[in-house]
């Protein structure tokens, strides 16, 4: 049976004020360890352990503040693009019923189950809505049983059921005709205890234009709601979105946050903030001097920020309804006063993440919040936040990821648009680290990281050009590899080469080295222009010699009408192919191999031979995939387009989805094809043996609804063979195509690591020869020892190996130690035990730290398989 799916990195991302070793010279503050996971947005506390959170594409999640673990409650749901939660009685007020609801593309999403405090989570069961088009659900509410729902498609209502899920008669409770309004916000209900009126209804608009209608209100009457403008005095302040909430124990005392006031609908500044203590009476304005802001106002948009993408939230305390809190965008604001005056915490700091989408107010000064970047909760009015639930939180909502060829296990990926985070998979914890808190952009957006050899990372910034970065030098900053590249032939001024998109040229140094004696390393394109990375001829094992070039410009020889480059691949360093997005396919070979070239400087047109394979004259070309003999392979991802070039032939081939996420070819596994798709449901994940003529599903054990981004393979030198899934909400995920059956007995290497021991001052460098011992139960430890000495600096290195015939693993222990030296990476202390899979393998790192009389560095890195 072929193996299924599983979470690879079970943990959220580690952040600043949590790296040990850090550079002197970087300012992370004195903060405890701080984590951050994905975007989650409503909040729901069951107990008091246990806090629903709901994510805009992985579901519902269940967080134990107890062990500070989550659980996904929605691994099987098709639909799981999550928005609001909430939480009431059926009419028969015998059991508690859960509703988390959401929806994508103006489809609704509704899913229920009922819960029990103590107990374990009963089974969630879709909606079903009919032939009524809710549009996607923005606020529920539940009043004595009763469910009313504020959506893109207007108000609707209905009763709860008993029994979770099935087709509910949803009714519309909008007059479109009085309102001129059909998406909503949010919705609030009062219980009304007369013999025909269940409730009475408050609802707050959503629009795309200003609107001095701030709040609509309507009554449950014998069956019928209908919601009109407040007969008792509209707030009427020039509004796009209103946000309400309300006491639960309390429910006349109600705030009401109206978002737009002189802004843009896309930048909405916190207009006013308008409450009322008991229903009848009329909205009075709330203070709106911010307490550690003298004089400045609550709608001044400067003050709280901008929302973007729906952030924003506002919360009243169960049973306290002077407590009041309000989530914006760059900041979140807290009343204990019943909203008279406000204390301001920003969100733009180390301390939290920005963007509030979701507040739970437990007790006076204690709060959770629901960020773009997770879960946070404060126990002192927001002076410190607390992240420890992110840690263990694999919601982390990826867009692109590479792996390294060489290092085994390590990973990297651009995460939410805004930096680049790394994860070594067998450092133990598994953990996230990104890699820019080693330098001072860290909150630029990065276009593409991808891996090189010998563990180098090229990428590039929207603030300055390409650069590279070796993850295990010291300190592990990166380095610019040239800052201006010409961008045509014609410019005599070279300018900044930014955006690009890079795609490793994965083949062994040796079949690429024709430049000059470079190697052409990585490949790739801005628009019109394609680039490339050389590593020279006389670079160390770190890339030190990594300099990038501009090969080509797309001139009059590829018209504009043929369009801009959309993705590009080289096989084996010499031919480049790209696609562009109007739908043409291209062939880059060189003219005159080995020709010399400049760095910086540009490489004319004239230079490359460019031949046109193929023009569909249809959608854009968005994938190239180039490595298999002479097989190339472009895709279109919108309709599910797939061409295969085979020597000079092209060949349209079939594929049953209409859309693809991701395409992958793998040489290493006689060219199997694997593909993925947006679309929910089976088919997340497909592979082809036959070069795309058929195709298999190989999703098993993945989410329903995976949402992946990039497929990567990687072969590990303990001989397994790996897909790597990265997924936008659900982390990454890992399959093995091909795992290693060892014997009983079997040979356990160390082989010395790539980058060895250099000592820069005496130019002295140490590489550990290959050693192998043979483990088995009888003879179940095998140690190894070397000794250097090179000008009275001695290197002692002690590997222990352990073999279990339990779980058929190895366990590792081992140390490093220098005289007149003090080790500077506390974390690889002798003692500390790695637990290898059969098949898997570990490099292991050092770092060792010249002291006192010296102030050599000195680097050690070499693997261990099993």
Known sequence: MASPWSLATPNGILTKGSLAGAPANQEFGELPPQFQAGAVGALLQLDDVTTLVSTPTSGVWALNSKDNSSKSLSHDWIRPEITCLAQGSDLKRTQLHLFAGGGKLGTATLWQTTFVSGAAFNEWKPVNFGTVAVGTINSICITNGFIFLASDGGIFWSFVHTSPGGVYDFKPAVDNTNSGITRWSSVISVPVLDLTTQAEIRAGPWLNKSSLSGLFRGTLESGTLTINKDPDGTIDVE?????LAKCESQPGNQVAVIGGQAFTPQ????????????????????????????GRRLTEGGICGFIQDGAGAVAIHATNPKLVAIGWADSYFISNDGASTWIRISTTGDNIAPGIHGIEILSEGNLLLATNRGFYSTTDNGATHSSVANQNFPNLQFEDGSFDSVTAGLAVSTWNGASSVYCNLHDGEQLWRPLDDWFIDSDSSHQSVTFVRNGQLIDSLDTISSRRMDPFGRPPGWTSMEAKVATDPSETAATFALWVHWEAVDVPVSMSQTFDGSALVAVGFDQ????????????????????????FVLSEAIPPDNGNISAIASPDGQAIFFVTDSGSFYRATPKIPGKPRVPGVAWTAGTWTLTNITSTGGPALTHVSARFNDTVYAVASTNGLILRLDGTMVKTLSFPFPAISSFLSIPSENGMLVISTPDPGPGNVLQSLDKGVTWTDISNGLPASAHPVAIRHTREPGGASLLNLFTSGWSLWTKFLHPVHLNSIRQVKISGGKMGINF??????????????????AASVAEFKVSRNIDQVKVYLTVRLEYSGVDDSVKVTYGAFLNNFDSGNKGYAEGLVFVLAPGSSQYIDIYVQGVDDSSDNANCNFLISN
């Open 239 to 243: 509004s796009f979105r209103v946000l």
């Open 267 to 294: 930048q909405q500044g916190i207009g006013a903030v308008w409450r009322r203590s008991v229903d009848t009476d009329p909205w009075m304005e709330a203070g709106d001097i911010l307490t550690n802001v003298p």
């Open 528 to 551: 019109r222009e394609v680039f490339g990375v050389f590593n020279g001829p006389d670079s160390d094992v770190h890339g030190s010699t990594l300099t990038i070039s501009q090969l």
């Open 760 to 777: 820069h001052g005496n130019n002295a460098e140490i590489t550990f020869p290959s050693q192998t011992a043979k483990l088995d139960s």
